[in-house]
């Protein structure tokens, strides 16, 4: 596998998978990556998210990211790291499995995000 299919520049991913909420089918958290240079930052919100950043750095198949999300419902913001690793689906698509940690209480958690399929 070349290291270059990994790239995250311009992929959207949406969570179909969480150990902290039920994931919302019809409008779960969407993500939209960038990447340069194996420096990674994206947006996100949707399903409980109202709005959401990441930064970090990608090393092959590894993230290492830092996060800040504001909650719907009380407009909380909430802040934590994020490690995890990137799975190529058999159909070329990309999966994000994250292990990350809330500041405010150390609770770890694991997210899956798989990328969206491209529209033609």
Not at 51 to 63: E, P, T, Y
Request: glycine share 10%; charged share 30%; hydrophobic share 40%.
């Amino acid at each position: 596998m070349k290291d270059i299919t990994l790239n995250l520049d311009g992929r959207r991913f949406a969570v179909v998978g969480a150990t902290s909420s039920v994931v919302d089918g019809d409008a779960p958290t969407e993500f939209l990556y960038h990447e340069a240079g194996g420096v990674v930052w994206a947006t996100y919100a949707g399903d409980t998210i109202l709005l959401g950043r990441v930064a970090g750095v990608r090393r092959h198949d590894k993230l290492d990211l830092g996060y800040v999300q504001v909650r719907k419902a009380d407009q909380v913001t909430m802040a934590g790291r994020s490690s995890g690793r990137i799975e190529v689906l058999a159909d070329g698509r990309l999966r994000l499995i994250e292990h990350y940690t809330f500041e405010e209480d150390g609770t770890r958690h694991v997210s899956i995000c798989e990328e969206l399929r491209q529209e033609p």
